[in-house]
Antibody, heavy 119, light 107 residues
Framework: EVQVVESGGGLVQPGGSLRLSCAASGFTFSSYAMSWVRQAPGKGLEWVSALSGSANTAYYADSVKGRFTISRDNSKNTLYLQMNSLRAEDTAIYYC????????????WGQGTLVTVSS | DIQMTQSPSSLSASVGDRVTVTCRASQSISIYLNWYQQKPGKAPKLLIYAASSLQSGVPSRFSGSGSGTDFTLTISSLQPEDFSTYYCQQSYTTPWTFGQGTKVEIK
Protein backbone atom coordinates (compact mmCIF):
# COMPACT_ATOMS: atom_id res chain seq x y z
CA GLU A 1 0.00 0.00 0.00
CA VAL A 2 1.40 3.38 -1.01
CA GLN A 3 1.77 5.80 1.89
CA VAL A 4 3.25 9.28 2.15
CA VAL A 5 3.40 11.01 5.53
CA GLU A 6 4.44 14.63 5.99
CA SER A 7 5.93 16.18 9.10
CA GLY A 8 7.70 19.33 10.17
CA GLY A 9 4.99 21.96 9.93
CA GLY A 10 4.39 24.57 12.59
CA LEU A 11 4.32 28.24 13.48
CA VAL A 12 7.24 30.35 12.25
CA GLN A 13 7.89 34.09 12.18
CA PRO A 14 8.15 36.00 8.91
CA GLY A 15 11.69 35.68 7.57
CA GLY A 16 12.18 32.38 9.36
CA SER A 17 12.93 28.89 8.11
CA LEU A 18 11.33 25.47 8.33
CA ARG A 19 12.10 22.06 6.87
CA LEU A 20 9.32 19.69 5.91
CA SER A 21 9.81 15.95 5.55
CA CYS A 22 7.81 13.33 3.70
CA ALA A 23 8.29 9.65 4.45
CA ALA A 24 7.18 7.34 1.66
CA SER A 25 6.51 3.61 1.56
CA GLY A 26 4.82 0.97 -0.56
CA PHE A 27 6.63 1.74 -3.83
CA THR A 28 10.15 1.98 -5.24
CA PHE A 29 10.82 5.52 -4.07
CA SER A 30 13.86 6.23 -6.24
CA SER A 31 11.91 5.41 -9.42
CA TYR A 32 9.37 8.22 -9.07
CA ALA A 33 9.30 11.97 -9.10
CA MET A 34 7.91 13.52 -5.94
CA SER A 35 6.25 16.86 -5.41
CA TRP A 36 4.99 19.41 -2.90
CA VAL A 37 1.61 21.05 -3.38
CA ARG A 38 0.15 23.62 -1.00
CA GLN A 39 -3.27 24.97 -0.15
CA ALA A 40 -3.76 28.26 1.63
CA PRO A 41 -6.70 28.39 4.07
CA GLY A 42 -9.96 28.33 2.12
CA LYS A 43 -8.16 28.47 -1.23
CA GLY A 44 -7.33 26.15 -4.11
CA LEU A 45 -4.34 23.95 -4.83
CA GLU A 46 -0.96 25.41 -5.83
CA TRP A 47 1.94 23.30 -7.03
CA VAL A 48 5.18 24.29 -5.23
CA SER A 49 8.04 22.07 -6.35
CA ALA A 50 8.92 18.72 -7.95
CA LEU A 51 12.04 16.56 -7.98
CA SER A 52 12.93 13.70 -10.30
CA GLY A 53 13.52 10.22 -8.91
CA SER A 54 17.28 10.51 -9.32
CA ALA A 55 17.23 14.03 -7.82
CA ASN A 56 19.03 15.49 -10.82
CA THR A 57 16.18 17.74 -11.97
CA ALA A 58 14.07 20.04 -9.83
CA TYR A 59 11.33 22.52 -10.66
CA TYR A 60 9.88 25.34 -8.59
CA ALA A 61 6.92 27.65 -8.77
CA ASP A 62 7.97 31.26 -9.32
CA SER A 63 6.38 32.16 -5.98
CA VAL A 64 8.99 30.09 -4.08
CA LYS A 65 12.00 30.07 -6.41
CA GLY A 66 15.17 31.13 -4.63
CA ARG A 67 13.60 30.63 -1.18
CA PHE A 68 12.61 26.95 -1.13
CA THR A 69 14.79 23.93 -1.89
CA ILE A 70 13.48 20.45 -2.60
CA SER A 71 15.67 17.41 -1.96
CA ARG A 72 15.38 13.70 -1.33
CA ASP A 73 17.27 10.87 0.35
CA ASN A 74 16.50 7.73 -1.62
CA SER A 75 18.23 5.56 0.99
CA LYS A 76 15.66 6.76 3.53
CA ASN A 77 12.66 7.00 1.16
CA THR A 78 12.23 10.59 2.28
CA LEU A 79 11.49 13.86 0.50
CA TYR A 80 12.29 17.25 1.98
CA LEU A 81 11.35 20.88 1.48
CA GLN A 82 13.65 23.48 3.00
CA MET A 83 11.74 26.74 3.27
CA ASN A 84 13.67 29.96 3.94
CA SER A 85 12.68 33.62 4.06
CA LEU A 86 9.12 32.64 4.84
CA ARG A 87 6.32 35.10 4.23
CA ALA A 88 2.76 35.36 5.48
CA GLU A 89 1.54 34.27 2.05
CA ASP A 90 3.37 30.95 2.48
CA THR A 91 0.84 30.01 5.17
CA ALA A 92 -0.82 26.83 3.91
CA ILE A 93 -1.26 23.12 4.28
CA TYR A 94 1.68 21.51 2.47
CA TYR A 95 0.98 18.19 0.81
CA CYS A 96 3.59 15.73 -0.33
CA UNK A 97 2.54 13.80 -3.43
CA UNK A 98 3.94 10.94 -5.42
CA UNK A 99 4.35 11.90 -9.05
CA UNK A 100 3.82 15.31 -10.53
CA UNK A 101 6.05 15.23 -13.59
CA UNK A 102 5.64 15.54 -17.34
CA UNK A 103 2.55 13.58 -18.34
CA UNK A 104 2.30 12.21 -14.78
CA UNK A 105 -0.41 13.06 -12.25
CA UNK A 106 -0.09 13.41 -8.49
CA UNK A 107 -1.36 9.90 -7.82
CA UNK A 108 -0.94 9.56 -4.05
CA TRP A 109 -1.08 12.35 -1.48
CA GLY A 110 -0.18 12.63 2.18
CA GLN A 111 -2.51 14.10 4.77
CA GLY A 112 -0.67 17.41 4.75
CA THR A 113 1.21 19.47 7.31
CA LEU A 114 0.21 23.00 8.28
CA VAL A 115 2.72 25.83 8.02
CA THR A 116 1.71 29.12 9.63
CA VAL A 117 3.87 32.19 9.08
CA SER A 118 2.95 34.85 11.59
CA SER A 119 4.50 37.12 14.19
CA ASP B 1 2.16 29.65 -17.57
CA ILE B 2 -0.86 27.63 -18.67
CA GLN B 3 -4.05 28.89 -17.06
CA MET B 4 -6.73 26.34 -16.20
CA THR B 5 -10.30 27.62 -15.95
CA GLN B 6 -13.08 25.49 -14.52
CA SER B 7 -16.78 26.06 -14.85
CA PRO B 8 -18.96 26.34 -13.00
CA SER B 9 -17.24 27.40 -9.76
CA SER B 10 -20.04 25.73 -7.86
CA LEU B 11 -23.19 23.79 -8.56
CA SER B 12 -26.10 22.31 -6.67
CA ALA B 13 -27.35 18.86 -7.62
CA SER B 14 -29.43 16.01 -6.28
CA VAL B 15 -28.50 12.40 -5.65
CA GLY B 16 -28.89 10.54 -8.93
CA ASP B 17 -28.26 13.58 -11.13
CA ARG B 18 -25.81 13.57 -13.99
CA VAL B 19 -23.17 16.22 -13.31
CA THR B 20 -20.68 17.76 -15.72
CA VAL B 21 -17.72 19.96 -14.87
CA THR B 22 -15.64 21.58 -17.58
CA CYS B 23 -12.01 22.66 -17.63
CA ARG B 24 -10.39 24.84 -20.27
CA ALA B 25 -6.65 25.30 -20.76
CA SER B 26 -5.19 28.55 -22.06
CA GLN B 27 -3.20 26.57 -24.66
CA SER B 28 -3.21 23.03 -25.96
CA ILE B 29 -2.14 20.41 -23.41
CA SER B 30 -2.82 17.35 -25.57
CA ILE B 31 -4.43 14.80 -23.23
CA TYR B 32 -2.38 15.68 -20.13
CA LEU B 33 -5.25 16.69 -17.92
CA ASN B 34 -5.98 15.16 -14.52
CA TRP B 35 -8.99 15.42 -12.20
CA TYR B 36 -8.95 15.32 -8.39
CA GLN B 37 -11.63 15.16 -5.71
CA GLN B 38 -11.14 16.86 -2.37
CA LYS B 39 -13.40 16.53 0.63
CA PRO B 40 -13.29 19.08 3.47
CA GLY B 41 -10.26 18.59 5.70
CA LYS B 42 -8.85 15.84 3.50
CA ALA B 43 -6.11 15.50 0.93
CA PRO B 44 -7.01 15.52 -2.77
CA LYS B 45 -7.57 12.16 -4.44
CA LEU B 46 -6.78 11.36 -8.06
CA LEU B 47 -9.87 10.37 -10.05
CA ILE B 48 -8.94 10.63 -13.72
CA TYR B 49 -5.55 10.96 -15.44
CA ALA B 50 -4.59 11.60 -19.05
CA ALA B 51 -8.04 13.09 -19.67
CA SER B 52 -9.99 9.83 -19.68
CA SER B 53 -8.16 7.08 -17.75
CA LEU B 54 -9.86 6.03 -14.52
CA GLN B 55 -7.53 5.72 -11.53
CA SER B 56 -7.60 2.30 -9.91
CA GLY B 57 -10.35 1.98 -7.32
CA VAL B 58 -12.39 4.94 -8.56
CA PRO B 59 -16.06 4.14 -9.27
CA SER B 60 -17.03 3.83 -12.92
CA ARG B 61 -19.67 6.56 -12.58
CA PHE B 62 -16.76 8.99 -12.97
CA SER B 63 -15.53 9.61 -16.49
CA GLY B 64 -13.41 12.15 -18.32
CA SER B 65 -13.11 13.30 -21.89
CA GLY B 66 -11.45 15.89 -24.06
CA SER B 67 -8.17 16.85 -25.64
CA GLY B 68 -6.36 19.99 -26.66
CA THR B 69 -7.88 22.78 -24.59
CA ASP B 70 -11.33 21.57 -23.56
CA PHE B 71 -12.03 18.82 -21.04
CA THR B 72 -14.99 17.42 -19.13
CA LEU B 73 -15.49 15.47 -15.92
CA THR B 74 -18.82 13.65 -15.75
CA ILE B 75 -20.46 11.93 -12.81
CA SER B 76 -23.17 9.76 -14.33
CA SER B 77 -25.30 9.37 -11.20
CA LEU B 78 -24.33 11.55 -8.26
CA GLN B 79 -23.96 9.71 -4.96
CA PRO B 80 -23.98 11.21 -1.44
CA GLU B 81 -20.23 10.65 -1.09
CA ASP B 82 -19.54 12.66 -4.27
CA PHE B 83 -20.38 16.02 -2.74
CA SER B 84 -16.89 17.53 -2.79
CA THR B 85 -14.69 20.01 -4.58
CA TYR B 86 -13.18 18.93 -7.90
CA TYR B 87 -9.96 20.27 -9.42
CA CYS B 88 -8.45 19.85 -12.85
CA GLN B 89 -4.65 20.00 -13.33
CA GLN B 90 -2.41 20.01 -16.38
CA SER B 91 0.72 17.86 -16.47
CA TYR B 92 1.83 18.98 -19.94
CA THR B 93 4.47 21.49 -18.92
CA THR B 94 5.86 23.25 -15.87
CA PRO B 95 4.65 24.96 -13.84
CA TRP B 96 1.98 22.34 -13.23
CA THR B 97 -1.23 24.31 -12.76
CA PHE B 98 -4.64 23.64 -11.26
CA GLY B 99 -8.07 24.99 -11.99
CA GLN B 100 -9.72 27.05 -9.27
CA GLY B 101 -12.02 24.20 -8.27
CA THR B 102 -15.70 23.32 -8.62
CA LYS B 103 -17.70 22.75 -5.46
CA VAL B 104 -20.53 20.25 -5.88
CA GLU B 105 -23.19 20.81 -3.24
CA ILE B 106 -26.43 19.13 -2.29
CA LYS B 107 -29.57 20.70 -3.73
Amino acid sequence: EVQVVESGGGLVQPGGSLRLSCAASGFTFSSYAMSWVRQAPGKGLEWVSALSGSANTAYYADSVKGRFTISRDNSKNTLYLQMNSLRAEDTAIYYCAKGGWYQTPFDYWGQGTLVTVSS
Amino acid sequence: DIQMTQSPSSLSASVGDRVTVTCRASQSISIYLNWYQQKPGKAPKLLIYAASSLQSGVPSRFSGSGSGTDFTLTISSLQPEDFSTYYCQQSYTTPWTFGQGTKVEIK
